[in-house]
């Protein structure tokens, strides 16, 4: 029986776990060159190299120890791992409470290790959530749907539609608040889309994410959960927003605009920003509000929802570099692209070189768009010859709107309409606070 559990290591290895009655879950402590190291006892992958023991340390990381002749195993604690596959009780539901719904999407914040099978799982039941969060239950009442499980790197803009209907579902059944479980990499490209396809929102949309998972001492998985399910439950505003840490340490989360945000760290818990705006609400150890703008939708249950989410495919984002290829403009062009929307250098510069390309596009009645790749700031293209030069090609400056956002914008204008005349009025509409009237100086991190 423990030699089955101990599937995908290798004899010798699981013969040296076998002698001292080493199971999946055990507290072990394993010994080499006077070195000891101490975790709890993962299963393996039949797929990876079985050379090696896995452990996950008390700091939340999975570390791999390879077999020598001095290795030596010392069980600390008997399955000190909570196992995932335990039968819960239902989970009560308070009729007193606000109604939230979570939808899950995927993503980091969802995933912890289940111990049984060493594979790292979603959780979404209301029942998993409050085991895992269990200041849940008394802030909302909770009912949980699995939408999809990718990762957000896969997501396609008929995924969005997807998210923007089952929102609108949970918003028509009277709840006071929504909560979409994302993963960070695109959880801007999606704010974006729900932005524009979730109009008149009478109560908050909230996308949440984690940069940590939920089993590891680091995450801020909880807080950033906990903080969107109590401003979902009782915050005045009534927009789509993304709930991320505001800092590094753990104690609060803000509310940034759906269309203003961006991830600006790869790994860091304050990944995402605000830019060139101020974030809606601050929410600090889970439950005080703060409000930090003046301007915002109300909530207001009575009012009605319209759902506008329709995504054209025949968009593109390309971005400008030294030796850029015009080719790939001729390409878009001639395989039917409709939109293209160009992260130009500075205030919204490229090449001459490309100018050809660009003459050739908007002769083909593409429409061009102009957006910057500096993080801060506004396109103007009046103030150098080459980009008065791109204003007579015909080539349309987007102010500071960011280069995701207009790219999610434009697949959204001509999901809406046809004629090209009234896309390019539309992209110049300040919809969902995609442009804002002034650079609001910000501190970078």
Not at 56 to 84: C, H, P
Request: proline share 4%.
């Amino acid at each position: 029986m423990v030699e089955d559990k101990l599937k995908g290591y290798r004899s010798f290895l699981r013969e040296l776990l076998n002698k001292v009655g080493a199971e999946i879950g055990d507290e072990i402590e394993l010994r080499y060159d006077n070195k000891r190291i101490r975790g709890i006892l993962l299963p393996r992958s039949e797929l990876e190299d079985e050379w090696h023991i896995v452990l996950k340390l008390s700091n939340g990381y999975n570390v791999g120890i390879r077999y020598r002749k001095d290795l030596s195993i010392k069980i600390i604690e008997k399955k000190k791992a909570v196992l995932a596959a335990v039968k819960r009780e239902s989970l009560k539901i308070r009729e007193d409470l606000p109604k939230v719904h979570i939808l899950g999407v995927g993503g980091t914040i969802a995933s912890r290790v289940d111990y049984t099978t060493g594979a790292v799982r979603s959780v979404y039941t209301p029942e998993e959530l409050a085991e895992m969060f269990p200041e849940l239950i008394d802030i909302a009442s909770i009912k949980t749907k699995i939408i999809m499980n990718k990762y957000s790197e896969h997501l396609r803009a008929s995924d969005w539609e997807r998210i923007a209907e089952e929102v609108a579902k949970s918003i028509n059944e009277g709840v006071d608040g929504v909560i979409v479980m994302h993963g960070t990499d695109t959880m801007h490209y999606t704010s974006a889309a729900l932005s524009f396809a979730l109009q008149d929102l009478p109560v908050p949309v909230i996308l949440v994410g984690s940069q940590r998972s939920s089993d590891r001492p680091s995450s801020d998985a909880a807080l950033n959960l906990i903080s969107a399910v109590y401003f979902a439950s009782h915050g005045p505003i009534a927009e789509v927003m993304i709930a991320m840490h505001e800092n590094t340490s753990d104690n609060s989360v803000v509310l940034h605009k759906g269309t203003r945000a961006r991830k600006n760290h790869t790994s860091r818990r304050d990944a995402f920003q605000t830019i060139d705006d101020l974030p809606y609400a601050r929410v600090t150890n889970g439950t005080k509000i703060e409000i930090l703008v003046n301007e915002y939708r109300r909530r207001d249950k009575n009012r009605k929802l319209k759902l506008k989410a329709n995504f054209s495919d025949k968009v593109a984002l390309l971005k400008f570099y030294p030796n850029f290829d015009p080719e790939i403009i001729n390409f878009l062009v001639d395989r039917g692209y409709k939109g293209i929307v160009i992260e130009g250098t500075g205030l919204g510069h490229i090449g001459e070189y490309t100018f050809d390309a660009i003459r050739y596009a908007v002769s083909n009645g593409v429409l061009v768009f102009m957006t910057s790749q500096c993080i801060w700031g506004r396109t103007n293209l009046r103030v150098y010859d080459t980009g008065r030069y791109l204003l007579k090609l015909g080539v349309i400056p987007l102010e500071n709107m960011l280069p995701e956002v207009a790219f999610v914008k434009l697949m959204w204008c001509f999901g809406q309409e046809d004629d090209p005349e009234r896309v390019k009025n539309l992209m110049l509409v300040n919809i969902a606070g995609e442009i804002t009237p002034i650079s609001t100086p910000v501190e970078v991190m």
